[in-house]
């Protein structure tokens, strides 16, 4: 992010701290509480949503060397994310093209060969058929146009981006509005990949979106975690198009008084949170980068899958280092697993009643209203 951007930011947070206010709509938005529990709008989401734009797979760092692998599932596409010894990323679906089994059930890892578990049909990192045990037995078949289902990616500004449908390639900054330039900014490429898990959750992907769109709870939800660090209610807010940028102002940003300009940094004061539309968040912080990518269940508009990701500037040099990263992810999960999905589960309880007819979302959370109003165009434009 150029710096002038940081500075101009920096002071709009410090005007709504000294003012109690921070970005805010024109008015509140009411939505209808069937969008968190209706299975056809989940039918609708999956085909419109997730079956037709691009999903963050992962940084760079994910599939730092050739072999290295990713095998997750994206709103019920199963796909390998791997890099090949030519240095590129390719995708797959993650099938054997003998009877459809699950290649590889490992969710990270490294292997110069994909084998089958059923019958040991193998692939290389092109995707390509390269063993099959008694070939003479089995019969004679075009092995060439029997690899693996390739299915569009691109890798750039250290992001790596699929589509989980076959098709030709995108590029990734049609769907990005001009927010590529601040991403390539920090350095998303050279992410160490620290930690990385997949959480089952009981509630509707959206749900879990929602809790990453506002600061208001700060003060109260995380009363004994994050607001010791940040101001409560206080944010910055710019849309891309569908994706967005929201900054949140730690406490440490009033030691900038005493600071020429030209020195201010807007990393070490606030966390950098960016939405990419439809369902990832990648939050830039003071001591390490952390992605969320929520994906719904198939079947089950009250369920989802989320991936969360930390990453350092640097793999950690000693045990020291290491240590200083395991006490910012503890942190960081005691947040977001224990405090944030915790009362967004219970939403969803209430939500699946289906006695909520309506759910607000406050002029003081325009991520909220930015978030289902282009859910709801994309659904729109799509039909």
């Not at 699929?162 to 990734?172: C, D, Q, R, S, Y």
Request: with cysteine; aromatic share 10%.
């Amino acid at each position: 992010m150029d710096h002038s951007k940081q500075v101009a930011i920096l002071h709009e947070l410090m005007s709504h701290i000294e003012a109690g206010t921070t970005a805010r709509t024109a008015e509140v938005r009411w939505n209808r509480g069937e969008v968190y529990a209706s299975r056809e709008r989940l039918k609708l989401e999956k085909e419109r949503l997730f079956d037709a734009y691009p999903l963050v797979a992962g940084l760079s760092g994910d599939v730092p060397d050739p072999g290295s692998f990713i095998a997750q599932d994206a709103a019920g596409t199963p796909f390998i994310l791997t890099r090949g010894h030519d240095g590129k990323v390719r995708a797959f679906l993650n099938a054997c093209r003998h009877r459809g089994t699950r290649l590889i059930d490992q969710e990270r890892g490294h292997a110069l060969r994909f084998s089958c578990p059923f019958h040991a049909w193998t692939y290389d990192l092109d995707g390509k058929l390269v063993g099959l045990p008694k070939k003479e037995s089995f019969g004679e078949f075009d092995h060439a146009s029997h690899g693996l289902i390739s299915l569009p990616v691109t890798e750039k500004y250290g992001i790596i981006w699929l589509k989980t449908k076959p098709g030709p390639a995108f590029e990734i900054d049609d769907y990005l509005s001009g927010l590529g330039r601040e991403l390539a900014g920090w350095n998303f490429g050279r992410q160490f990949s620290f930690d990385a898990c997949a959480m089952q959750t009981k509630m509707n992907w959206k749900l879990a979106n929602d809790t990453f769109g506002e600061t208001y709870h700060f003060a109260i939800l995380h009363r004994n975690t994050l607001a010791a660090i940040y101001h409560s209610n206080v944010t910055s807010y710019e849309t891309f198009a569908r994706n967005h940028r929201m900054v949140f102002a730690a406490r440490s940003i009033h030691e900038l008084q005493n600071v020429p300009e030209r020195e201010w940094q807007l990393r070490p004061h606030s966390t950098i949170a960016y939405y990419i539309f439809p369902n990832t968040q990648l939050l830039v912080s003071r001591q390490n980068i952390s992605m969320y990518r929520m994906f719904p269940d198939p079947d089950r508009p009250d369920r989802s899958v989320v991936y969360q990701s930390v990453y350092l500037d640097a793999e950690p040099a000693n045990e020291s280092e290491r240590a200083v990263g395991e006490a910012a992810l503890k942190r960081l999960k005691a947040v977001i697993i224990e405090e944030d999905f915790v009362v967004a589960e219970k939403s969803q309880a209430a939500l699946s009643s289906g006695l909520i007819d309506e759910v607000a979302y406050g002029r003081n959370e325009p991520a909220l209203h930015h978030y289902h109003r282009t859910f709801d165009e994309a659904l729109a434009q799509h039909a």
